[in-house]
């Protein structure tokens, strides 16, 4: 298991995170959630892991023969490891804001831990895949079910099919007002966008919501 608490980054000379600290600023008054889901395989892990300032907490196991009758490893090759509790990073917005990740399994029988931590959370960013776009309908049914408001980004694989957006929108039976993005991932850029992303969406409503 992989476990870091600590930032490989450091601190500047003026004792302010240099975009990797280990300790919170003084000022830092406001904590803001988001979830980063989705299904099995789909690069929760690297999503949090581009984003965060400091070396992301991981809950990983090596995945074990027992389990590939328990998990769908189609369209993960090469995937040896697999997310067993959650993935933890921090992201400081501005003096007084920081954001916190947390990257819940996309496994159903982790259903039990996926809803309590979506407790306190803001909204969340639903990573899919062309090659298993059906497979996040479960994780789109719960956020629904529990009223959090989400973004869907459409996750970059080398080897995966480019559809128009229009048909990946039909085929998730995504609302009007659902944003639809692609991203990398891996690229702290792209994963920024498309966080960015969802929190716009998440502003919009609440700019539309009675005073």
């Known amino acids: 298991m992989d476990s870091a608490l600590a930032s490989d980054r450091g601190v500047s000379h003026s004792g302010v995170p240099d975009g990797g600290g280990v300790y919170l600023r003084g000022t830092v008054r406001t904590a803001a959630k988001l979830l980063v889901v989705g299904h099995f395989g789909v690069g929760k892990t690297t999503f949090v892991?581009?984003?965060?300032?400091i070396r992301p907490l991981r809950t990983e196991e090596t995945m074990?023969?027992?389990?590939?009758h328990v998990d769908d490893l189609s369209g993960t090759d090469g995937k040896t490891t697999t997310t067993v509790a959650m993935d933890f990073g921090r992201l400081t917005l501005s003096d007084s804001l920081v954001?916190?990740?947390f990257g819940a399994p996309g496994q159903q029988r982790f259903t039990r831990l996926w809803l309590d931590m979506i407790q306190g959370a803001l909204g969340a960013l639903v990573l899919a895949d062309t090659r298993r776009l059906d497979h996040s309908f479960d994780v789109m049914g719960l956020l629904e079910?529990?009223?959090?408001p989400y973004a869907v980004a459409v996750n970059h694989f080398d080897d995966a099919p480019v559809f128009p957006e229009e048909e990946i929108r039909e085929a998730l039976d995504l609302l009007p007002e659902t944003p639809l993005v692609t991203c990398d991932a891996r690229d702290r850029v792209s994963a920024t966008r498309a966080l960015i992303t969802l929190v716009d969406h998440?502003?919009?409503r609440t700019a539309q919501e009675p005073l």
């Open 145 to 148: 079910e529990h009223g959090v």
């Open 64 to 68: 074990t023969q027992a389990g590939a």
């Open 202 to 204: 998440l502003h919009a």
């Open 49 to 53: 892991g581009a984003l965060s300032e």
């Open 99 to 101: 954001l916190y990740l």
